[in-house]
């Protein structure tokens, strides 16, 4: 499969995905550690994707979403941003409210197939 398909499932499969330095748990940069920690607290599951761990990923990632730094956070096939702006919808209360709706949308989507 193309780095840019997988790119592009990975986002379509996932309401909610993260791609990082290391993993929520292991995080390997500063940044990373930041916006997983942000995303833990919103109480929801999320997707992660270990840039370090998929270097063809890590090459590919910023040329899809015009974003040139990681993390990257995707919610419902859309980059909502990176470390500071995480950071600042989760302080600012916005980010929760994005998280749960999101997970919640696609819990009754799922539902409803099955």
Known sequence: ???LDKIKQQI???PIILYM???PKLPSCGFS???AQAMMSCG???AYVDILQNPDIRTE???FANWPTFPQLWIDGELIG???IILEMFQKGELKPLVEETAAKYKKDD???S
């Open 1 to 3: 499969m193309e780095t």
């Open 12 to 14: 379509s499969e996932n």
């Open 21 to 23: 330095k290391g993993s």
């Open 33 to 35: 550690a930041q916006a």
């Open 44 to 46: 929801q599951p999320f």
């Open 61 to 63: 990632l910023p040329k």
């Open 82 to 84: 990176g470390c500071d």
């Open 111 to 113: 539902a409803e197939e």
